[in-house]
């Protein structure tokens, strides 16, 4: 459609200049400059396209066009009843360049929950300084299957992968920057953590009420002295017997006041630089782990952001990410 219209916008261009220059008076050619060049036309050439046009969807495209099944749930009701030349009919014409129709329409059902269920609440947020505590929003948006979208199935993850997740995160963050900030580190820099590089053990333990929203999870990466230069970072994780100790500062962890599960990052080998950072799972209420005061922002005010100060006993570790792959800035 897009070629289409640029093909319109040139043909009416060139109606146009031709118009021009069939009414304007013959002009005399133009005087050779000093040095005997002589001066060029710059009117430009306009390019000229056929223009054409689709034809309307058979009934069999239409048929083919219906969601799967397991997406139902996110399609309003006239969709899912509809016949063709209908709500089905409606589904060809909310096509777009980036997504297919069922995402187009994940898209408008999470636009819909999102407008209804965290916008009405931004304002509060901010000024509060705190997540929604009127309502669980986490349970909300797990009720909604928005955790899991990357997670596999048997996990209770509807396995779509990372395209729904950028649509979700785009339209929870449109009702709520605060809120969407939240939303990715749990659904993203925790649960898809555990997804890529946790045991089938760990998987089984940790996702489900992750994903169900009864459980918050965070990230612990960064550090005082350690932001994008995560090379630098000075937490060390030591084996001992039963698991492993790790000492050292955690800073602007979203989720940290309040989440149950955290995915920490630690050095394993202080000398094998990037190849020595190690992945470990902390559970809140481990012996020796311990949470600072909640930092206050001038923005995303609503997502929890904490300090944390530990030496933890740790017995979890990521097993796929025995080498993790880390960035040096």
């Given at each position: ?8 916008e ?25 040095e ?5 036309d ?15 969807p058979?009934?069999d495209q ?11 749930r996110?399609?309003p ?7 063709p030349?209908g709500g ?18 994940f898209?408008?059902?999470v ?24 309502v ?13 979208l990357?997670?596999?199935?048997e ?12 649509i ?11 809120v ?10 925790c ?7 946790g ?12 994903i169900s ?7 612990a990466m ?23 100790v790790?000492?050292?500062n ?13 995915v ?29 005061q ?11 952001v ?19 792959k880390?960035?040096?800035?």
């Amino acid at each position: 459609m897009g070629t289409q219209k640029k093909a319109a916008e040139w043909a009416a261009r060139d109606a146009i200049s031709h118009h021009q220059s069939a009414a304007a008076p013959p002009t005399a050619p133009p005087e050779t400059g000093g040095e005997g060049r002589r001066e060029l036309d710059a009117t430009p050439t306009v390019l000229r396209l056929p223009i054409t046009t689709s034809p309307a969807p058979s009934t069999d495209q239409i048929n083919q066009a219906r969601p799967d099944p397991k997406m139902q749930r996110w399609l309003p009701a006239l969709l899912r009843r509809a016949a063709p030349g209908g709500g089905a009919a409606r589904l060809f014409a909310s096509s777009s360049l980036l997504f297919d129709d069922t995402q187009e329409q994940f898209k408008e059902s999470v636009r819909k929950f999102a407008q209804e269920n965290i916008a009405p609440r931004a304002a509060a947020i901010d000024a509060s300084n705190h997540f929604p505590r009127d309502v669980d929003l986490w349970r909300l948006m797990g009720d909604f299957n928005l955790h899991g979208l990357t997670a596999p199935e048997e996990y209770g993850g509807m396995g779509l992968g990372y395209m729904y997740h950028c649509i979700s995160m785009e339209e929870i963050t449109r009702a709520s920057g605060a809120v969407g900030l939240s939303y990715g580190a749990h659904s993203n820099l925790c649960i898809n953590q555990l997804v890529r590089h946790g045991s089938p053990e760990q998987r089984l333990k940790y996702l489900p009420k992750l994903i169900s929203g009864e459980h918050i999870g965070a990230l612990a990466m960064s550090e005082p002295n350690s932001g994008s230069d995560v090379v630098s970072m000075k937490c060390k994780a030591e084996k001992v017997d039963g698991g492993y100790v790790l000492n050292g500062n955690k800073m602007w962890c979203t989720n940290g006041p309040s989440a149950q599960t955290l995915v920490v990052y630690a050095k394993t080998d202080l000398a094998a630089g990037s190849k020595g950072i190690t992945a470990f799972i902390i559970e809140k209420g481990m012996p020796g782990f311990s949470t600072a005061q909640k930092l206050d922002k001038l923005g995303m005010r609503g997502s929890d952001v904490s300090l944390f100060l530990r030496t933890a006993l740790c017995h979890a570790r990521m097993s796929s990410v025995k080498k993790a792959k880390v960035f040096m800035s």
